[in-house]
């Protein structure tokens, strides 16, 4: 029988509503039983994609003898931690103040009145791997609740007060806001660079896109090339399909957790268009490529927003949809004996594998071009035509087996950061397909999760399935989608998306800004009372919602009113310090920071948007690589263009031509009428 969970729209919590586990979703009704019967909360947090999550659910939760102990002893809540991110981000802490590494599944117990006292992430049926079995762990839980009650609050008290004392603002050496900030932190970050293999630190690797928008800001090219290299050559790239996985298992990107996520497809298509921007490099742009088409195919739905993940199994395997023998690729490429050989020399496909000591092979290209062609006797042109005919009938061969389970929930924030990263991408690249993909899924986003809120102001909702929406949004939702209006603008000069940004802005300072302390809420004001309304300045898997707060904010303060500026301007000042200490943490703040220090670069476009003129000064301006680019598009004859540009374009006298100023600190250029000169400036 189903149980609570089948009433929910989340594909996550409808993945459990088959368990015999009783079940309550986050909500009155479960947190009113545990108080009533005096019950500890068994509070289980993961998300759909989650392959720790599946094997837990397989081990435990769909065992009958596991589920009784739970259902006698505790009232179960299961949480789609995408839904939840407010509730994920407090209770993750609880297993960090143990001393263990948080992650997924998270398991926490809770008293009735939500304060934890113990807690872990994946606990297996029988004990292993250095873990108690979770019966184990459930019996001893339960009888401390029952018979050491006092011990228990004590712990639930000491744990509540250490969850606030994080929440507040991260304590740091005040530090002077100066040049210098940038290289400190980038001292930090090579000193654990992984000089051989690219990227930061050692097994499990994560790409960490914030760290190396860092590098790119201060010029490193050799840094940046290895890790765009090694990544795209590892198999955390997806070579038939695009896109990549989540992190790598090993230091060499080579063997994947196999699951796709959104959020970081969006940072790492804006980080290779940025590599591109500086580096020329073909292969950058066309894994940019890659990965829109990729977005484009297997995560929009027919409205034109983006589905959330992509799950690591599939037919009850981790990876089984991506791994290749020998076997199967000469099956694949029967009729072309040449293309099947040509790709196991390029993907490095043996008899042996190298994917958890079976015979299959994650794809990975640890040859160059040229070394393939060698091993294969081919001139290099033929050797690329073989790989290429291998990879088309492949990815046609793959596309007949069971697909992994996709999460067709339709996340603010991180549709956001897709399109963002697009509109980008597509105005780097010339490609309109991508533009137009970002203006539509921003519409969506608009349409279906935006309310207003009186006359200047608007809210975010969290996230959409179907018909069913689900909020509020958090600080993440708001400043996300606002700072991707402001991309969008730049690449389509369309003022309307300033004023939703600034619109957003609005509610930001309204609902999330901590006035008294210079800082932002990640719950909005008006939102449900949990244990801590906590601010996180800190990057994870994306950004720091505050982090982005701040960056729109003091985007919109060079281009529409300098108001936006200031309070983003003081509370990225009191957290410069803890950003230095902490780059691999903050590393968006250290961006931030750098940004106030050495001024942004503006360009001042005049001229109608629609002229061909015009279009060749903003292209020059979109090839560019300038990470704290403000692109203003100012039409004197179209007050709302001017209005959206208002403190840029002030002064900017019109001309018999479209012409481009570029302006640093409110001191700007001559006019420059042509697309060369303009290159020139900005270069």
């Known amino acids: 029988m189903a149980n609570r969970l089948a009433r929910e729209a989340s594909p996550y919590l409808q993945q459990h509503s088959g368990n015999p586990v009783d079940w309550y979703p986050w909500g009155p009704d479960a947190l009113e039983k545990a108080k009533r019967e005096d019950k500890p909360i068994l509070l289980s947090i993961g998300y759909s994609a989650c392959h720790w999550c599946h094997v837990m659910e397989r081990e435990s939760f769909e065992n009958e003898s596991i ?44 008293t009735p009145d939500q304060r934890p006292f113990f807690g872990g992430t994946y606990f297996p049926p029988s004990e292993r791997y250095g873990m108690p079995g979770f019966p184990k762990v459930l019996a001893a839980v339960a009888e401390a609740y029952r018979e050491k009650r006092g011990e228990v609050d004590t712990q639930a008290a000491e744990l509540t007060k250490a969850i606030v004392d994080v929440g507040r603002a991260p304590a740091g050496q005040e530090q002077a806001m100066s ?12 000193a654990r660079f992984d000089d051989e293999h690219g990227g930061f630190g050692e097994r499990p690797k994560f790409p960490n896109p914030t760290c190396v928008e860092v590098l790119l800001r201060a010029r490193d090219v050799p840094r940046v090339k290895k890790t765009l290299d090694a990544m795209r050559a590892g198999g955390i790239w997806d070579h038939l399909g695009g896109g990549f996985h989540r ?11 196999f699951e796709k996520m959104l959020y970081d497809n969006a940072q790492l298509l804006r980080v290779y268009v940025d590599g591109w921007r500086m580096t020329g490099e073909p292969l950058y742009e066309g894994t940019a490529r890659a990965i829109a088409a990729y977005v484009a195919r297997e995560m929009t739905s027919p409205e034109g927003a983006f589905f959330s993940t992509q799950d690591a199994d599939s037919e009850g395997e981790e990876g089984k949809f991506f791994v290749w023998t020998p076997a ?75 697909k992994p389970f996709r999460d067709e929930k339709i996340l603010a924030s991180w549709n956001a950061l897709m399109v963002g990263a697009l509109a980008q991408a597509g105005a780097a690249l ?138 983003a301007t003081r509370s990225v000042e009191k957290l410069a310090g803890a950003a230095i200490a902490n780059p691999f943490g903050m590393s968006l703040t250290v961006c931030l920071a750098d940004r106030i220090v050495a001024g942004s670069v503006d360009v001042v476009l005049v001229g109608p948007r629609s002229d061909a003129r015009t279009q060749a000064l903003a292209r ?36 018999d031509h479209p012409v481009a100023y570029v302006c640093r600190g409110r001191t700007c250029s001559l006019p420059i009428r042509d697309a060369d000169g303009l290159t020139r400036a900005l270069a």
């Open 67 to 110: 589920a009784a102990a739970m259902n006698a002893s505790f009232v179960n809540v299961k949480v789609d931690r995408e839904e939840r991110p407010d509730l994920d981000q407090v209770y993750q802490l609880v297993v960090q103040l143990m001393g263990r590494s948080g992650g997924w599944p998270l398991t926490v117990f809770l």
């Open 247 to 257: 992190y790598s298992t090993d230091e060499k990107w080579l063997v994947p957790h």
């Open 430 to 567: 010339g490609d309109a397909r991508m533009v137009d993909s970002a203006q539509r899924a921003l519409e969506f986003v608009e349409k279906k999760l935006v309310v207003r809120e009186g006359e200047m102001r608007a809210r975010v909702l969290r996230h959409c399935m179907g018909d069913v929406l689900r909020g509020p949004g958090f600080l993440d939702d708001h400043a996300f989608v606002g700072d991707a209006a402001l991309d969008l603008y730049e690449a389509t000069a369309d003022p309307r998306w300033v004023r939703l940004a600034q619109s957003l802005a609005e509610s930001i300072l309204a609902h999330f800004h901590d006035a008294a302390d210079d800082g932002f809420f990640f719950a909005p004001d008006d939102g449900e009372a949990i244990l801590v309304r906590a601010k996180d300045p800190y990057d994870h898997a994306v950004p720091g919602g505050a982090s982005v707060a701040c960056r729109l904010l003091l985007r919109l303060g060079t281009l529409v009113d300098p108001k936006y500026a200031e309070p």
């Open 620 to 655: 020059a301006v979109h090839r560019a690589h300038l990470p704290d680019l403000v692109l203003a598009w100012a039409d004197a004859s179209d007050p709302a263009a001017m209005a959206a540009c208002a403190a840029l374009a002030e002064g900017k006298v019109a001309q």
């Open 179 to 190: 040049p210098e900030l940038l290289a400190s932190a980038v001292k930090k970050l090579t």
């Open 328 to 402: 199967e690729i000469d099956e694949a490429c029967a009729g072309d004996p040449e293309a099947a050989r040509a790709a196991k020399v390029a993907f490095d496909v043996t008899d042996e594998g190298n994917f958890e000591g079976g015979a299959a092979t994650v794809l990975s290209t640890p040859s160059p071009p040229s070394d393939v062609a060698k091993a294969l006797g081919m001139t290099p042109e033929e050797a690329e035509s073989a790989v290429d005919r291998a990879r088309g009938t492949m990815f046609a061969a793959r596309e007949k087996r069971p």
